[in-house]
């Protein structure tokens, strides 16, 4: 099945294709040309400026613009006005590697086979299983339990469905989407570009904003599962509650909670899509509970609440808190923001914009722009904005930047915020970080933020929280009364796949075992629990590594049905990674988060809990697909 709609002719006149290609992507558009054309000596190093991919169209000038627009025009149009209609073929090993190292700056030899995944034609799927329980097992029974309809649950979902692998999904909400169902706060929308934040197999080229709100984002996960058909096999308002590994049979009891009740099934593998942000974290505040006003998580907003003429709290300035409070301030009579550590904010002045129709007809009808422009917003992670944040420990490292390269950084995001506090200086010491960057979750800014903390209605305070009182919460010595109040607090991302009880091979539990230090081998798998698998487990979170975590589970999925494969040729029952390979592995990723900001810097936060990072990814994108593109036997105890 294919997911991706057909590329439509070109068949517009000159006049028009022009107006359509002046809101191109030139990069893309250029990359598109030679792969269209195969001629790759329209690939000129004067096009291709000093960190281009870090900048607006390349960095290119007004005139090199028009000179790649120009180009366009002449491979789009025939002599005569009439367009090609055929589709070409993703483009060869030979003109992959060109275009990819010259857009790149460097060979990109060792990232060709992931790349290829990326840039494939219509309707093409080369992550899909190329094998079936039928092929494989002729009559096996080897049933799976998905838990959780999100992003990675579907994903799984629809692998199974592929490989002819019996399964059923268990979700706890009424409808799938995951963290895009439950976080309906205002503003709520991804900061991963949203030809980006999609299946790979399954792109959508209409994406009405370059960066999309959950409603829209949440729609593409509804048409995901109805078009795949995996809709039909999920249970919804259905709860895990807990998950006991049987030695003798070879199963796993998952004890189910549901509008009946209480009630056991079993399945030979178990694949948990649960996530890493669903378990909303309240702050230990004392008092918390005295509040007479409305009070919620962010993850949890109360819709029946009008902020009209209100006063409102927020207690942090994370992700979530800096797209809630510029929406809305200016609603409530005064909002109070609570801050621990202000971000870091990287620019992109298209972050609330709408995608021009022009920009979308060329992702519907130039064959291959839209991989390209993938391409380009792929790039800059696969190599770059990881490097500024390794530590360098000859630079020598401070608080105030790891390395030489993490410093430049800094005074780039430094210059672009002090710019926007001209008429505010009383602003700079609040919201200027103190920490390198890189340390927490880096912000992406197209000037709302700080415009909005400059409102005389809003209010940054950085002492800390003493307590909270019926009439509000009381901070730095000074009482503030306040209507509401919102956590925006973020979650309990280091407790993976709380609230289940796991309990293992001869009795082990998981959590216990775990002892507030989650660890799986690649995320996925932990020995002595045979059979299990999580999709953005333990360091799957990618921090400036490309993609998005879709990537990743991607990655995951091919990884675990691999597995699956596995254990159905073998005629095993049973699959467990060693324990050697488990903790060799984790060492090896304990070391790479050791340096790098998040885990050199003392800020603190959800990147580092306790002195470990038990969420982020250390190394590069390609690194993961290497780890995960086939299971070694090797390191696996089959019974």
Not at 446 to 475: F, Q
Request: charged share 20%; proline share 7%.
């Amino acid at each position: 099945m294919g997911f991706s709609p057909p590329v439509r002719p070109v068949a517009v006149d000159e006049e028009t294709l022009r107006g359509h290609l002046a809101d191109a992507e030139i990069p893309a558009l250029l990359m598109t040309i030679a792969h269209l054309t195969g001629d790759v000596s329209v690939l000129r190093e004067d096009l291709r400026a000093p960190g281009w991919l870090f900048a607006p169209q390349g960095g290119l000038t007004a005139e090199q613009q028009a000179e790649v627009r120009e180009s366009a025009l002449e491979v789009l149009l025939r002599p005569g006005g009439e367009v090609p209609e055929a589709l070409p073929e993703p483009p060869g090993r030979d003109l992959l590697h060109a275009i990819t190292t010259w857009a790149m700056g460097s060979d990109t030899e060792d990232l060709l086979p992931l790349l290829a995944e990326e840039l494939v034609g219509p309707g093409d799927d080369p992550k899909a299983p190329g094998w079936t329980r039928a092929g494989l097992s002729p009559g096996s029974d080897f049933q799976v339990a998905v838990i959780g309809a999100g992003f990675s649950g579907l994903l799984a979902a629809y692998r199974l469905a592929q490989a002819g692998v019996p399964f059923v999904v268990y979700e706890k909400n009424p409808d799938v989407g995951g963290t895009w169902f439950e976080n309906t706060y205002p503003g709520c929308r991804t900061d991963v570009a949203s030809h980006l934040y999609n299946y790979s197999f399954a792109p959508k080229y209409d994406w009405p904003d370059h960066f999309c709100g959950q409603d829209v984002v949440l729609e593409y996960l509804r048409a995901f599962a109805k078009d795949s058909g995996v809709g039909d096999r999920i249970r919804f308002g259905i709860e895990v509650s807990a998950m006991r590994w049987d030695d003798e049979r070879s199963l796993w009891h998952l004890t189910l909670d549901g509008p009946a009740g209480e009630r056991t099934v079993v399945h030979h593998a178990v694949i948990s899509a649960v996530g890493q942000l669903n378990r909303p974290r309240l702050p230990d505040i004392p008092g918390r509970d005295s509040f007479a006003g409305r009070a919620f998580h962010s993850a949890a907003w109360d819709h029946g609440t009008d902020l009209s003429g209100k006063r409102v709290a927020v207690i942090g300035t994370g992700a979530s808190a800096y797209q809630i409070i510029p929406e809305i301030a200016g609603t409530a009579s005064e909002v109070v923001v609570l801050q621990r550590n202000p971000p870091w904010l990287r620019p992109t002045p298209h972050y609330h914009r709408s995608v021009p129709d022009s920009a979308r007809w060329l992702f519907e009808h130039v064959p291959y722009y839209a991989q390209w422009y993938r391409f380009w917003l792929f790039a800059p992670g696969l190599r770059g904005i990881l490097e500024g944040w390794v530590v360098d420990h000859d630079h020598p490292p401070t608080e105030r930047a790891v390395s030489a390269l993490n410093d430049r950084l800094r005074a780039t995001l430094l210059q672009a915020m002090e710019a926007q506090l001209t008429d505010a200086p009383e602003l700079r010491e609040l919201v200027i970080p103190a920490y390198p960057v890189g340390a927490k979750r880096v912000l992406r800014d197209d000037g709302r933020w700080l415009a909005t903390l400059k409102r005389d209605d809003v209010r940054v305070v950085t002492a800390p929280i003493e307590r909270m009182t019926p009439s509000g919460l009381r901070a730095g010595g000074e009482e503030f009364d306040v209507d509401v109040i919102v956590y925006a607090t973020g979650f309990e991302a280091s407790r993976f796949l709380t609230p289940m009880r796991v309990t293992g091979r001869g009795g082990v539990d998981l959590h216990d075992g775990w002892n507030g230090a989650p660890r799986a081998y690649l995320g996925i798998t932990v020995p002595e629990f045979p059979n299990l698998f999580c999709m953005y487990g333990p360091n799957t979170n990618l921090v400036g590594q490309g993609g998005s975590i879709v990537y990743f589970s991607e990655c995951a999925a091919t990884y675990i049905l691999d597995a699956i494969r596995l254990l159905l040729a073998s005629g095993s029952r049973s699959l467990s990674v060693r324990a050697e390979v488990h903790d060799a592995y984790n060492a090896w990723v304990d070391a790479g988060n050791r340096d790098r900001a998040w885990g050199w810097s003392k800020v603190g936060g959800w990147y580092n809990e306790g002195g470990r990072s038990a969420t982020n990814w250390p190394y590069t994108a390609g690194d993961y697909w290497r780890l995960t593109h086939a299971v070694d036997p090797t390191e696996y105890e089959l019974q």
